[in-house]
């Protein structure tokens, strides 16, 4: 099949691209930036170069490749991950989530693209209910800024993706993303945080975190070219409280053991909304990705993964 991924130089594309190759799809993939046409060449992609914010450049790209599946795996978030200094980083997500993704979806139906699948995210979840929560728990729409607005445009996504008319939306909701190019990468912002002692075990260290290699973000998407239909949480197989992960990733970044902080001193140095995941948190089940979409996860827990890629 032929693809149009945009977003190609991202921290999924990258690990993507190779993917889709090597299943026999013929892939264009985008970047804002020229110096990066290499890299996607290098990647077995047709590179183009677009900024999924002009309407008319994303038609013409799109027109270009004849997809028969469109991706949206857009994002701009900052190097290292502060939760006081995220608002403009959001907004400039927001934005892509929302009208990028209806300049790919009015591209993708001019052309006849028949597949939509849209990134999305697994830790939006209202904080209440079960501890591992499936695709109709309800999400945090009324969380506190700026994260609801973030929130509340990646609901709008996925609502495009799925409504599109004459097209097949996918939307997987990914958990937190570790491997290259990522925060939890072994040289990534939290590894660094950790071997300077900033990534404390917050409260009692309850709230849970799903986790996912970005190679098997990347596999899921290949899954879903020809399968599933709807919302999948896409994370591995051991949903964990911070107080069981903390520790096993600190020692494959080779950090020193995490400290315990209390509630009020996380809340006082990273805001309301980090302590609130840290202590509260609820992570995903995968077992609606594992049938439907037939993916299975190279990296079934964070266990041997954060040991892995530190290797
Ligand atoms: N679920 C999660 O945990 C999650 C989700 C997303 C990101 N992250 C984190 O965020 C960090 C960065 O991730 P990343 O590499 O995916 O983000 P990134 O470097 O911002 O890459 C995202 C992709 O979006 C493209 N892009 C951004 N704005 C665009 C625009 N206006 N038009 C067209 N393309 C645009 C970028 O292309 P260019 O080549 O033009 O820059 C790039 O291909 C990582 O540490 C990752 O862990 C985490």
């Not at 110096?35 to 590179?47: M, Q, V, W």
């Amino acid at each position: 099949m032929r693809v149009f991924v945009a977003g190609g130089s991202g921290a999924i594309g990258r690990r993507l691209l190779p993917q889709l190759v090597a299943a026999g799809h013929e892939v264009t993939a985008t970047t804002r930036r020229p110096e990066k046409t290499d890299l996607l060449a290098s990647l077995g992609a047709t590179p183009v170069v677009c900024d999924a914010l002009d309407r008319a450049a994303t038609a013409e790209a799109v027109r270009a490749a004849r997809p028969d599946v469109v991706m949206n795996q857009l994002t701009e978030l900052p190097p290292r991950y502060e939760p006081r200094k995220l608002g403009p980083w959001y907004e400039k997500t927001s934005r892509l989530r929302v009208q990028g993704t209806q300049h790919l979806l009015a591209a993708a139906r001019e052309v006849g693209a028949r597949r939509f699948i849209y990134q999305s995210v697994a830790f939006f979840y209202q904080l209440r209910g079960p501890k591992v929560l499936d695709e109709a728990a309800p999400i945090a729409v009324d969380a506190p800024e700026p994260f609801g607005g973030a929130v509340r445009a990646t609901l709008e996504g996925e609502r495009l993706a799925l409504e599109a008319a004459g097209i097949e939306g996918v939307v997987l909701r990914y958990g937190q993303f570790y491997g290259p190019g990522t925060y939890y990468a072994a040289n990534g912002h939290f590894a660094r945080e950790a071997r300077r002692r900033r990534l404390p075990v917050v409260g009692r260290g309850d709230g849970v975190f799903s986790f996912l290699h970005v190679d098997d973000a990347a596999s899921a998407a290949v899954c879903a070219m020809s399968r599933g239909h709807g919302v999948y949480n896409v994370a591995d197989d051991e949903p964990a409280p911070a107080r069981e992960w903390l520790p096993v990733f600190c020692a494959a970044v080779g950090a020193p053991a995490p400290f315990w902080a209390p509630g009020w001193l996380a809340g006082l140095l990273a805001g309301g909304f980090a302590r609130a995941t840290l202590e509260h948190g609820r992570g995903v089940s995968n077992r609606k990705a594992r049938r439907e979409l037939g993916w299975v996860p190279s990296h079934p827990t964070w266990r041997e993964g954060f040991t892995a890629q530190a290797r």
